[in-house]
């Protein structure tokens, strides 16, 4: 159920956007969604339909593109991808080191917009 919130808030921005652009009409979204998330993309569609009706972004598509899971290595500053079928046992290529930060793969954010 968080979808509908994520993209009423993902509208919000859409909206402003286009209000401050002189946009008559938004046709696709691209949005890069990280593969951490849980977020389905089938639904945040469906709830952007039903939320953008009678607003300029009333039929837009959303193009969504997976963002991989990349991690980095503190002890040798290596940044590297894995599956998420790897992140509980994930440990740096190149150093063997275990202690490894999220760089992307989690968030969502919008990459640009095609309008009218």
Same mark, same amino acid.
């Given at each position: 159920?968080?979808?509908?919130?994520?993209?009423?808030?993902?509208?919000?921005?859409?909206?402003?956007?286009?209000?401050?652009?002189?946009? %008559?009409? #938004? #046709?696709?979204?691209?949005?890069?969604?990280?593969?951490?998330?849980?977020?389905?993309?089938?639904?945040?569609?469906?709830?952007?339909?039903?939320? %953008?009706?009678?607003?300029?972004?009333?039929?837009?598509?959303?193009?969504?593109?997976?963002?991989?899971?990349?991690?980095?290595?503190?002890? &040798?500053?290596? %940044?590297?991808?894995?599956?998420?079928?790897?992140?509980?046992?994930?440990? &740096?290529?190149? &150093?063997?080191? %275990?202690?490894?930060?999220?760089?992307?793969?989690?968030?969502?954010?919008?990459?640009?917009?095609? #309008?009218?």
């Amino acid at each position: 159920m968080h979808e509908l919130q994520i993209t009423e808030s993902i509208l919000n921005v859409v909206l402003r956007h286009a209000g401050q652009h002189d946009v %008559s009409k #938004v #046709v696709r979204i691209h949005l890069r969604v990280g593969e951490l998330s849980d977020l389905v993309d089938e639904w945040i569609q469906h709830y952007f339909n039903y939320l %953008s009706r009678g607003t300029l972004a009333q039929e837009a598509e959303l193009a969504i593109v997976r963002v991989p899971i990349v991690l980095r290595c503190p002890a &040798c500053d290596l %940044s590297f991808q894995i599956g998420k079928d790897q992140l509980g046992a994930a440990v &740096c290529p190149t &150093c063997a080191g %275990s202690k490894v930060e999220l760089v992307s793969g989690r968030g969502y954010f919008i990459e640009n917009m095609e #309008v009218l």
